[in-house]
């Protein structure tokens, strides 16, 4: 399962400036337009990659988790554009109101996920995922029926986390479609100790990017990625009502084919912002050593960490981070 004398790599507490990085560009789609309609016109940009059985990864929170992807926004994209969809979940690895099916099923009813079929992945069972070229595992253990659908759009809250820095794409698949006993254990554990959360720092990011990688080689082509910086705590939605106040401003959605493309970018506009604007985001995302998620993916051949930032709100003009954050308006709840 586990590599041997796997060593972490370094630097996660230590951005990389845009001048500095090689390699190819991807695209990734910019709206400033948080509503459902903004939310529907930017999936249009990506919707090419999904086909047949399409799978929604989506975190869908704790009971009354106030930051998580507002409900009316994700019912209106699945009726517009995905209307076979389906959201997927699995049960959570800590204890609490999503630790087993039957609790999970209720805090989704008590969170208003009842507009769309809601598929607890790991309800009955699990399945093995090759992870090409990684130095933790050779495989991950995912949810049983993650295999059952076509295609995949990671639909993600972009926000802080207390373990990871930052959760993107990256954490809502690597973390979010492992199952919650045995696959998230691998991320989170090393066997044998006492402490479930004892993983931190750069190698918890290279586990949970490694259960990512798998994921994403099983989807191959049929993935899209669609990051809602909105509501950006420094806590993740599993957090709930618990989370850290928000002090980061709202900021737009973005999209892409490409996964680190889009998280690098939405990490590129939180730097891009002023001091007061970025100062809770930054150091949660240094201090945990977020970044190397970012540097990881590029090692495995996950994506480009450089990238055109396409402005859908006017003409598909090619704009900068600092475009993107101009004028930002101080979070009001």
């Not at 609490?96 to 099923?105: V, Y």
């Not at 402490?195 to 994403?216: G, H, L, N, P, Y």
């Not at 899209?224 to 959605?253: H, L």
């Amino acid at each position: 399962m586990a590599a041997q004398k796997a060593v972490p790599g370094t630097g996660g507490d230590h951005y990389i400036p845009y001048e500095q990085r090689t390699g190819g560009e991807s695209a990734v789609y910019f709206t400033r337009d948080l509503s459902a309609a903004g939310l529907v016109n930017i999936c249009g940009r990506i919707q090419s990659a999904l086909e047949g059985r399409v799978a929604v990864k989506l975190h869908t929170g704790e009971k009354n988790g106030p930051n998580i992807i507002p409900r009316d926004w994700v019912q209106a994209l699945m009726a517009d554009r995905l209307p076979n969809g389906t959201i997927i979940e699995t049960n959570s690895y800590y204890a609490g109101d999503r630790d087993t099916t039957e609790k999970h099923r209720e805090t989704l009813r008590v969170n208003g996920w009842t507009f769309a079929p809601v598929d607890i992945m790991d309800a009955e069972g699990t399945v093995l995922l090759p992870v090409a070229g990684g130095k933790w595992f050779t495989e991950m253990s995912m949810g049983r029926t993650l295999t059952d659908y076509d295609s995949l759009l990671a639909l993600t809250h972009f926000k802080g986390h207390v373990k990871g820095g930052f959760g993107g794409s990256n954490k809502n698949i690597g973390i979010g479609c492992a199952d919650g006993k045995t696959g998230k254990a691998m991320i989170h554990t090393t066997p044998g100790q006492s402490d479930q959360w004892d993983i931190s720092d750069e190698e918890f990011m290279e586990r949970m990017t490694e259960s990512t990688k798998a994921v994403a080689d099983h989807f191959g082509r049929k993935i899209a990625y669609i990051n809602v910086m909105r509501n950006m705590s420094v806590s993740c939605d599993c957090e709930g009502i618990y989370a850290e106040p928000v002090v980061t401003p709202n900021v737009g959605i973005c999209a892409s084919l490409d996964i680190l493309a889009l998280d690098q970018a939405c990490v590129d506009i939180i730097y891009a912002m002023t001091e007061e604007e970025r100062h809770a985001l930054v150091e949660r995302m240094e201090s945990r050593h977020g970044l190397r998620q970012l540097s990881y993916m590029k090692e495995l051949g996950m994506g480009n960490d450089r990238y055109t930032l396409v402005d859908i709100d006017h003409g598909g003009q090619v704009i900068l981070p600092a475009d993107a954050v101009k004028n930002l308006t101080p979070f009001g709840g």
